[in-house]
C-alpha cells in the first residue's frame, strides 16, 4: 500500500492562487504605431491562436506544481508486515561501588584486581551474552541510581559499567534502596519476566529502606532477586609482624541476601574468585526466556523522487519553450 509520511503538505496546493490573488498582474501598456481600419477582421483569427498557446504552459505548469506537492508529502511504498517475535527477560543489574570495594582478593591473568574490576571483568562476558533481553543497571552506594534504564543496547550497558568507579555513589551501602528502585523500574514489565541480580560485598549500612522490608516489596510485585556476595574468604596480609591470614569478606551479611534471595523465589550465591563469579553468571544464563509483546516490520520504499522527476522535466520544457518564443 502506499503511504505518505508528510500528508500535511497538500495544504501548499493553493499556494500559487493566493500569490495570484495578492500581486495583481502587471499589465504593460502597448501602443499601436499603426492603426488599420480592418483591424478586426484579424482579431478572432489572433485571439484564438494567442489563447491556444496561453493554455498549454499553464496546463504544464498546473501538472508540475501537483507533482511537486506530490513529491513533498513523500509517498511510500509499504511491504506486507513481516513479524519480529522478542523472546528474553527484563533483567536489572545492580552493583555495589560501595568503598569495601576496592578490596583486592580478586585475581585476572595471576594479578591482583579489585572487587570491582573482578565483577566488570566478568559480567561484561554476560552482558554479551544476553541477545534478546532488555538489561538495565544500577548503582549503588550511600545512595542508589539508576545508570540505564531497561534497553536492548548491550553495548551502552557495559560501557556505562566499564565507567563506573568506586565510591561514585558513595562509600556506604544501601542495598534496600537498589531493590526499592529496581521494583520501581520493573513493576510495569510482564510479571514472569521481571528479575533482579544484585551484587554487594558488604551489608546494608545506609538507605532509607531495610533489604528484607524492599525485599517484601520485590516479592509483592513478583520480582525474582538472585543476590551475589563477592569477596574472599581469607586472604594473606603482610604486616609488620610478618604474615597473617585474615577474612576480607568479614561484613558481608550472607544470612539477610538468602533471606532476600528466598523472599522473591531467587537464590543466593557465593563468588570467592573470579572461576566462581563466572559459574553464577554461567547458572544465571540458564533462565528460561520469557516471550514477549511481538512486533512487526513493515519494509518501506521511497517513491518521492518519480513525482519529482517529472515535475522537473515539465519545468525544463516550460523554460525552453520560453526561451523559443522569446
Keep these: 500500500m502506499i503511504h505518505f509520511e508528510w500528508p500535511w503538505l497538500v495544504a501548499a496546493l493553493p499556494l500559487p492562487l493566493l500569490i495570484r490573488w495578492l500581486i495583481p498582474v502587471h499589465h504593460p501598456v502597448e501602443q499601436s504605431a499603426l492603426k488599420v481600419p480592418f483591424m478586426d477582421d484579424f482579431a478572432d483569427g489572433e485571439t484564438q491562436a494567442l489563447s491556444e498557446s496561453q493554455q498549454w504552459p499553464l496546463l504544464l505548469a498546473v501538472i508540475a506544481w501537483l507533482l511537486l506537492v506530490l513529491a513533498s508529502t513523500r509517498p511510500q511504498w509499504l511491504g506486507e508486515p513481516i513479524e519480529q517475535a522478542v523472546s528474553g527477560r527484563d533483567l536489572m543489574m545492580a552493583v555495589d561501588l560501595s568503598g569495601s570495594m576496592e578490596e583486592q582478593d580478586f585475581k585476572i591473568n595471576n594479578q591482583h584486581v579489585d572487587r570491582l574490576t573482578a565483577t566488570?571483568?566478568?559480567?561484561?562476558?554476560?552482558?554479551?551474552?544476553?541477545?534478546?533481553?532488555?538489561?538495565?543497571?544500577?548503582?549503588?552506594?550511600?545512595?542508589?541510581?539508576?545508570?540505564?534504564?531497561?534497553?536492548?543496547d548491550r553495548k551502552t550497558v557495559m560501557t556505562l559499567l566499564n565507567e563506573s568507579a568506586i565510591g561514585l555513589a558513595g562509600d556506604n551501602t544501601a542495598i534496600g534502596d537498589a531493590i526499592g528502585l529496581a521494583v520501581k523500574r520493573l513493576k510495569n514489565q510482564p510479571a514472569n519476566s521481571r528479575v533482579l541480580i544484585l551484587m554487594t560485598d558488604g551489608a546494608n549500612t545506609a538507605g532509607e529502606v531495610t533489604p528484607l522490608k524492599a525485599a517484601e516489596l520485590a516479592a509483592e510485585h513478583q520480582l525474582k532477586i538472585y543476590t551475589i556476595g563477592i569477596g574472599a574468604d581469607e586472604m594473606v596480609v603482610r604486616s609488620f609482624f610478618g604474615n597473617r591470614k585474615v577474612n576480607p569478606s568479614r561484613d558481608l551479611d550472607e544470612n539477610t541476601m538468602i533471606k532476600i534471595a528466598q523472599r522473591t523465589g531467587g537464590r543466593y550465591f557465593r563468588a570467592?574468585?573470579?572461576?566462581?563469579?563466572?559459574?553464577?553468571?554461567?547458572?544465571?544464563?540458564?533462565?528460561?526466556?520469557?516471550?514477549?509483546?511481538?512486533?512487526?516490520?513493515?519494509?518501506?520504499?521511497?517513491?518521492?523522487?518519480?513525482?519529482?522527476?517529472?515535475?522537473?522535466?515539465?519545468?525544463?520544457?516550460?523554460?525552453?519553450?520560453?526561451?523559443?518564443?522569446?
Design 120 to 152: 566488570k571483568w566478568v559480567a561484561g562476558d554476560f552482558i554479551n551474552r544476553r541477545v534478546g533481553d532488555r538489561l538495565g543497571l544500577i548503582l549503588f552506594g550511600s545512595q542508589a541510581y539508576l545508570q540505564t534504564p531497561l534497553t536492548f
Design 272 to 326: 570467592r574468585n573470579t572461576d566462581e563469579l563466572n559459574n553464577i553468571y554461567m547458572l544465571l544464563d540458564k533462565l528460561e526466556p520469557i516471550e514477549k509483546d511481538r512486533q512487526y516490520f513493515r519494509p518501506r520504499s521511497e517513491l518521492y523522487f518519480w513525482p519529482l522527476s517529472f515535475a522537473l522535466a515539465i519545468a525544463g520544457v516550460l523554460c525552453l519553450s520560453r526561451m523559443r518564443f522569446s
